[in-house]
């Protein structure tokens, strides 16, 4: 046996040593010191409020924060070294502050636990998690606005099961993305309501018996209100599994888009090609570009999704309040934030960069009789029922398949043998812009329909303002 010796500071009613490997079993250090500089606003806050609530003196309270200060400034310096042995972020800080400050340093954790401590640590962290992603999202909405307007006349197929359905604008299709984007981006903003609460002050699970002042601490800490119930406030990991979800589903539409890209891109499709810088070669084959970022992108959605599971998981069999098993929590929601920032950044960047070939996807969006929902129609406005209409177009069809050709090929005499109503308009109706602009209903793909969309979306941006706008501030006003 060896073990962690007096460095333990909770060790007053242990006799033995820990075991090594449950010492590191046991320990977060590796993955909750992100949450440092949260800590360290934390810790700000309570000393704050502990020198303004008499319960220590307003010289020891100062004293307090200034050593958290000047401790805060060592961590953004990289000059902590972190200990296993003092397992995690909270007691690695503490004995920093208490090697700077004598006794002194012990007497932060007067009406604190690690239980409310780390659940505002985390509340914190999850919160400038979610601010990050909400700029990276209104950004990559902008670049979806920007491409739409750039290629506001570029004609493509339209699918469904994956077969050529109606023709499209790109714009139109670039716009899909941008609403997908739009609620992800509201997701995340109304998830933060939920999370705006502040556990600190809970104490373990039941509150402290020292006249502390829980709204002092929310405030400073930038939080609407404290949590209403000391046992929700240090077991509740609800605000985290809504971030998880809220990012699966934005790491499930940026995994479409992808998805997409990596089809256009090959061969068979020939629709776009991917820029150079965001493209990879083969080892064995000189030929190739692989388009890697977009797989990537692919498949990292999968550990977004793992997070969210993993966390369910450990979540569901928990009984009242903190258990050790929520120590899982952390690492999963960190590495499904990073995933999914570099995601959307390198979306946001590709994308711009990306030649459209547009003749190509015009002669494309031409074939395959892509306007032969057109055709009935057509039909139809001259009033032939529709269902019959549909089996008149079919037959049609089956005409050109048999000889090779589009519908727009067959000469007149031959539409007319099957639907002798036809004269020489029917080509105006079967032109595929004719075909795309006839559309027109409202969120259709016709180009007055994707022009108001474009608009509509400028107007939602500028509306919410500059992007990247501050998250709301620590308690010695940093972040």
């Not at 509340?123 to 506001?152: G, P």
């Not at 727009?408 to 002798?420: F, I, K, T, Y």
């Amino acid at each position: 046996m060896s073990g962690a010796g007096d460095e333990r500071m909770w060790g007053g009613r242990f006799a033995e040593a820990t075991d090594a490997l449950v010492q590191a079993f046991n320990a977060s250090i590796d993955v909750d010191r992100e949450m440092a500089l949260e800590d360290l606003d934390g810790s700000i806050a309570h000393a704050t409020m502990l020198g303004e609530q008499g319960i220590v003196s307003p010289d020891e309270a100062a004293a307090l924060i200034e050593g958290l200060r000047a401790l805060r400034h060592e961590v953004e310096a990289g000059e902590v070294a972190w200990s296993v042995a003092l397992e995690d972020v909270h007691m690695n800080l503490e004995r920093r502050l208490t090697e700077r400050l004598g006794p002194l340093g012990g007497k932060l954790h007067t009406a604190r636990s690690r239980n409310d401590q780390v659940a505002t640590d985390f509340r914190l962290a999850v919160r400038a998690r979610t601010h990050r992603l909400i700029a990276l999202l209104r950004e990559l909405r902008t670049v979806f606005v920007d491409l739409a307007e750039r290629d506001l006349d570029v004609v493509l197929p339209g699918y469904t099961h994956l077969q050529v359905a109606q023709p499209v604008r790109l714009g139109h299709h670039w716009l899909a993305y941008f609403e997908m984007a739009s609620r992800d981006q509201a997701r995340l903003e109304d998830s933060l309501s939920r999370l705006d609460v502040s556990p600190l002050g809970a104490g373990a699970l039941a509150g402290t018996g020292f006249p502390i002042d829980r709204h002092r601490t929310s405030a400073l800490l930038g939080f609407r209100e404290p949590a209403a119930n000391s046992l929700d406030a240090v077991s509740d990991r609800d605000f985290a599994l809504e971030f998880l979800s809220a990012a699966a589903i934005a790491a499930m539409h940026l995994s479409r888009l992808a998805e997409e890209l990596i089809l256009w891109s090959s061969q068979e499709f020939g629709f776009i090609e991917l820029p150079d810088s965001h493209t990879t070669g083969s080892s064995i084959m000189p030929q190739k570009k692989n388009p890697d970022v977009a797989e990537l992108i692919r498949g990292k959605t999968g550990r977004v999704y793992g997070a969210l599971v993993s966390l369910l998981t450990v979540m569901k069999g928990l009984p009242l309040a903190y258990n050790k098993d929520m120590q899982e929590d952390k690492e999963g929601v960190f590495d499904a934030a990073a995933t999914l920032a570099v995601c959307l950044r390198l979306t946001a960047d590709m994308l711009p960069l990306t030649r459209v070939r547009a003749e190509r996807t015009r002669h494309a969006a031409g074939r395959a009789f892509s306007n032969a929902t057109d055709l009935a129609d057509h039909l139809a406005r001259g009033g032939l029922p529709f269902r019959e209409a549909h089996e008149a177009v079919g037959k049609l069809v089956a005409i050109a398949l048999s000889e090779g050709v589009d519908l727009q090929d067959l000469p007149l005499e031959r539409l007319r043998s099957v639907a002798p109503q036809l004269d020489d308009a029917v080509y105006r109706v079967l032109d595929v812009e004719s075909v795309v602009d006839a559309r027109s209903s409202y969120g259709g793909t016709a180009r007055v329909r994707v022009v108001e969309q474009i608009a509509r979306a400028r107007a939602r941006l500028a509306h919410e303002g500059t992007p990247g706008a501050a998250a709301p501030g620590a308690a010695d006003g940093t972040q």
